[in-house]
């Protein structure tokens, strides 16, 4: 794919080649050095270990079952039967997205298995996958930056969940996890940019100020894209803000209700 040769496999290659994680001088796309790495540092393996790049896709396929069983085990956890389980799982590794990029270098299926992992074990709500969540979070932090639109969702289910302590827990978890493994990315990026999210292709170009009028009309544009309501002859804009008012409003409700299904904190 165009992202792989561009940056994903190419940047795990370089490593590869010079014999460590380093800043890679003289790039044509500084999505090479600004991105989290931790995807590709798996890649990377699998190029040393292999010495070729037969198994370059192998931890996205990997990821992939991985988040399929974490969506299984986070359904039976909110007390669904076997079968409705399955088919949540089956019909998630059916969509394009994922079944496409299963055997690809990208790192889409990695960061969303460690954030559908972070769930599973937040059902479970002990100690030790409180513990676990957190660790999760912590590697997807420096896997894709993305992640950070998940974590509202995690730290509500941590909340409604788990005690304070395990709340707590989950967050020092998370902490230490990012810091041992992701912030080193991040802390290069200000000492070779002068930015923490590094420079260059994907997110310079992409970056606006912040604004409250802009925080409002941010998740309406991505719900009416998300309906893809563009080839409906005479839809007005009030309309696509109903129809995404009404998806909010019921994607609220029904997290709300699976949330609660099973019991509160334990």
Do not use: C
Not at 29 to 52: H, I, K
Not at 169 to 181: E, K, N, Q, T, V
Not at 236 to 265: K, N
């Amino acid at each position: 794919t165009w992202d792989s040769l561009t940056y994903h496999l190419a940047r795990a290659a370089w490593w590869g080649q010079h014999g460590g994680v380093e800043w890679i001088p003289n790039v044509l796309d500084e999505r090479q050095n600004a991105f989290p790495v931790n995807a590709e540092v798996a890649v990377l393996y699998t190029l040393v270990g292999a010495g070729s790049e037969r198994l370059a896709a192998l931890p996205q396929l990997v990821s992939q079952v991985a988040m399929l069983a974490a969506v299984y085990g986070s359904s039976r956890r909110l007390d669904f039967g076997r079968g409705p389980s399955l088919y949540a799982a089956l019909v998630l590794a059916t969509l394009p997205m994922v079944a496409l990029q299963s055997t690809t270098t990208q790192t889409d299926l990695v960061v969303t298995a460690l954030a559908v992992t972070a769930v599973f074990f937040l059902l479970g709500g002990d100690r030790n996958e409180a513990a676990l969540a957190g660790v999760a979070v912590g590697l997807a932090l420096g896997t894709k930056l993305t992640v950070v639109l998940v974590l509202p969702v995690l730290v509500v289910l941590a909340i409604v969940r788990l005690p304070p302590r395990r709340v707590a827990l989950a967050a020092g978890a998370a902490l230490i996890s990012f810091a041992a493994w992701s912030s080193w990315a991040y802390v290069r990026n200000v000492r070779e940019t002068g930015s923490l999210l590094g420079e260059g292709v994907g997110r310079v170009e992409h970056q606006a100020d912040p604004s409250a009028l802009g925080s409002l009309s941010t998740p309406v544009r991505v719900l009416y894209r998300f309906l893809d309501l563009s080839g409906t002859d005479g839809l007005s804009w009030v309309t696509a803000i109903m129809a995404s008012l009404r998806v909010t409003i019921a994607a609220g409700a029904t997290t709300y209700v699976l949330l609660r299904r099973g019991g509160g904190p334990r």
